[in-house]
C-alpha cells in the first residue's frame, strides 16, 4: 500500500446514523460522543496520512439533480432541528481531533468527495471513502475503496456484481434504467434491477439499449415514452467530479492530537 491514504468521510451519512441511533433522550452531546468514538476507531484502523470529513451544505437548495429531476429526494426527512443546530459543535470536536471539515456549496457534498477521491486515485494513491452510500461504488478502482463501518464491510468489485448484477462503470446506467428508490429516482417504470442488468449484459450500457434496433418487443415496448427519462435518471445517478475543492493535500494532513481521558 502506498506510504499516502487520503481517508474522505461522507460526514452527514455518518453523523445521522449515529444520531438516529440515540436513545430519544440523549443530547446533542452523547451524539457527539459517539461520532468521535466513531471517528477514532476509523482512524485506528484506516490509519490514514491525510483525512477530512465533508458536509452538505444545510439550506433548502436541493441542488442540480433536482433542477434535472424535480423529484428528486422531494420526500427526505429534514435534518433534525437539534442535530442542524449542533453541526458546527461536532465539527469543531472533529477539528479537535485533527480531522478538517470541508462544507459543500451548492454542490452536493457527494460530488466534493467524489472531485477529491479521483485527484488522489489519478495518481495511484490510495484512498477510502467511508459511507454507505452505494453510489460511490460507481468510482472504484485499484486504489480507490468505499468502507462501509456501520456493516464492517467493503463496497468492493465483489458487493456491486452481487447486489446489482453489473460492473461499476455500469451503475449510472442500471439506475438510469432501475432507479433509485431512496433517493426518489424512479428510472423507467415496469423496468427493475433484474431487467436492466440482462439488459446491460446484453448491449454495454444506456445510449447502446436506448439506440438498439434489435430489442425484445417486451422491452421496447417498456423502453417507449421513455428515453429521456431514463437519461435524466442516469444523469442524477451520476456523481460529478470536476468540483473546484479550494485546497490541496497539504491542508488536510493528519496529525493526531492527544484525546483528553
Known amino acids: 500500500m502506498s506510504k499516502l491514504h487520503v481517508v474522505i468521510i461522507d460526514a452527514?451519512?455518518?453523523?445521522?446514523?449515529?444520531?438516529?441511533?440515540?436513545?430519544?433522550?440523549?443530547?446533542?452531546?452523547?451524539?457527539?460522543?459517539?461520532?468521535?468514538?466513531?471517528?477514532?476507531?476509523?482512524?485506528?484502523?484506516?490509519?490514514?496520512?491525510?483525512?477530512?470529513?465533508?458536509?452538505?451544505?444545510?439550506?433548502?437548495?436541493r441542488g442540480w439533480r433536482a433542477d434535472i429531476l424535480?423529484?428528486?429526494?422531494?420526500?427526505?426527512?429534514?435534518?433534525?432541528?437539534?442535530?442542524?443546530?449542533?453541526?458546527?459543535?461536532?465539527?469543531?470536536?472533529?477539528?479537535?481531533?485533527?480531522?478538517?471539515?470541508?462544507?459543500?456549496?451548492?454542490?452536493?457534498?457527494?460530488?466534493?468527495?467524489?472531485?477529491?477521491?479521483?485527484?488522489?486515485?489519478?495518481?495511484?494513491?490510495?484512498?477510502?471513502?467511508?459511507?454507505?452510500?452505494?453510489?460511490?461504488?460507481?468510482?472504484?478502482?485499484p486504489t480507490l475503496r468505499v468502507r462501509d463501518y456501520f456493516q464492517h464491510r467493503w463496497l468492493d468489485l465483489a458487493f456491486v456484481e452481487k447486489s446489482f448484477g453489473v460492473r461499476p462503470e455500469q451503475l449510472c446506467d442500471f439506475w438510469g434504467l432501475a432507479g433509485i428508490s431512496s433517493s426518489e429516482i424512479s428510472g423507467v417504470p415496469s423496468i427493475g434491477p433484474k431487467s436492466a442488468a440482462s439488459l446491460l449484459s446484453q448491449y454495454g450500457d444506456l445510449d447502446a439499449i436506448l439506440s438498439a434496433n434489435d430489442l425484445a418487443d417486451k422491452w421496447a415496448k417498456k423502453l417507449d415514452g421513455h428515453h429521456d427519462l431514463a437519461r435524466k435518471c442516469k444523469a442524477v445517478a451520476q456523481l460529478k467530479t470536476d468540483i473546484p475543492l479550494g485546497f490541496n493535500l497539504q491542508d488536510i494532513r493528519f496529525q493526531p492530537t492527544t484525546v483528553s481521558a
Open 12 to 61: 452527514m451519512n455518518l453523523i445521522r446514523r449515529v444520531h438516529a441511533a440515540q436513545p430519544d433522550t440523549h443530547t446533542l452531546e452523547a451524539t457527539t460522543q459517539t461520532c468521535l468514538k466513531t471517528l477514532d476507531k476509523i482512524i485506528s484502523h484506516s490509519e490514514p496520512s491525510h483525512i477530512v470529513a465533508v458536509f452538505d451544505h444545510t439550506g433548502q437548495d
Open 70 to 141: 424535480p423529484e428528486y429526494k422531494q420526500g427526505r426527512k429534514p435534518m433534525p432541528s437539534d442535530l442542524e443546530q449542533g453541526l458546527d459543535t461536532i465539527q469543531d470536536a472533529f477539528w479537535q481531533r485533527g480531522v478538517d471539515s470541508l462544507l459543500s456549496q451548492g454542490d452536493e457534498a457527494d460530488d466534493m468527495i467524489a472531485t477529491l477521491a479521483l485527484k488522489v486515485a489519478a495518481h495511484r494513491e490510495q484512498v477510502t471513502i467511508v459511507s454507505t452510500d452505494k453510489g460511490y461504488c460507481q468510482l472504484l478502482q
